[in-house]
């Protein structure tokens, strides 16, 4: 065995809205830039940029936000609203300003 | 206790199928993630490394393949399955699989006469690191404290009918210990490579609410 390979239960294990879509135990991403997506925000919250719990927060606010047209058919989907959120902190912690 | 997977799971299930966009849709989006990833890399917040192993961990490491192979291991080389029978923690770790906390991992084998069934009754104990994420009815109230008092129920719902004869083994997973069910290998797969043989097993047969079958 080398280094420590682990997901965080943290990330992997919300429930609720925010759950990650998941089939059989494994992560769906429908297109490359699901996967970079939910890769640049782990890895901010890995790195102390934001925390887990304010990504969280900002995903549900942005879930909530796109199933107010019908919660059955939701104005953009899981990792659009998950993109949102990632532009919407970065926006607010000032990461991506020069 | 209706639903046993979690693709099935209301707001989970329309999330899970595959998205309806148009490539042009399809195409801003990805330009947006791009510009952010190459800001971000220009800030040296993110390393585009340390990204794709992020994406091969989470892809790779939440779902049960890898304990699939540790059975399909043991179906296959008989040596290897005594190894996983007497310390299934160093069995599996031989296979490079591991990250468990010091958490033992004990392997128990369906036979005929014995059926083995796994839950954690306080929790949601699970082994992680050969099955990945726990399915939701894992961690429900109803599984746990049913799967105790009439295990036979539990596994009719999940389609798995046991005859008479059969003595069911029900095992609690703690903080210490995690179980793992090596189910019984299907007949008539002989002629099956260990890494077919791995494509039949998921992980409802690891916990031992469901048998293998041959697709």
């Known amino acids: 065995m080398s280094e420590p390979r682990r997901a965080s239960p943290v990330i992997a294990e919300m429930t609720g809205a925010c759950a990650l879509p998941r089939q059989s135990g494994e992560l769906v991403f429908d297109a490359d830039w699901e996967r970079r997506a939910f890769a ?6 890995e790195a102390g940029h934001f925390s887990w719990p304010e990504f969280q927060q900002q995903l549900i606010e942005s879930l909530c936000e796109a199933e107010q047209r019908t919660p059955q058919n939701p104005s953009r989907d899981y990792y659009e609203s998950w993109l949102v959120s990632l532009e919407a902190l970065l926006r607010r912690k000032r990461l991506t300003v020069d | 206790m209706s639903e046993h997977d979690d693709s ?5 299930a329309s999330r899970a199928r595959r998205s309806d966009r148009s490539d042009e849709h399809n195409r801003d989006l990805t330009e947006r993630v791009a510009r952010i990833e190459s800001l971000l890399i220009q800030k040296g917040l993110v390393d585009k490394a340390a990204l794709d192993k992020l994406v091969d961990i989470y892809e790779h490491d939440l779902g049960p393949m890898n ?30 699989f591991g990250g468990l906390q010091g958490e033992h991992m004990v392997v128990v084998e369906n036979t005929p006469r014995v059926h083995n069934v796994v839950v954690c009754t306080l929790c949601s104990c699970y082994p992680w690191p050969v099955l990945g994420l726990p399915p939701t009815w894992y961690k429900d109230a109803a599984y746990r404290s049913r799967v105790v008092i009439d295990p036979r129920s539990i596994l009719a719902e999940f389609g798995t009918t046991l005859e008479e004869d059969v003595e069911v083994r029900v095992w609690d997973s703690s903080a210490e210990i995690r179980y793992l069910v090596l189910p019984q290998r ?11 043989l791995a494509k039949l097993i998921d992980r409802e047969s690891m916990i031992g609410v469901r048998k293998v079958r041959r697709s």
């Open chain 1, 40 to 45: 640049i925000a782990v890895s901010l919250a």
């Open chain 2, 67 to 96: 304990g699939a192979k540790v059975i399909a291991r043991a179906w296959v080389d008989p040596a290897y399955k005594r190894r996983l029978l007497e310390n299934a923690t160093a069995a599996i770790a031989e296979l490079g």
């Open chain 2, 8 to 12: 099935h799971h209301g707001a989970a």
């Open chain 2, 186 to 196: 299907p007949e008539n797969t002989e002629h099956l490579s260990e890494e077919q």
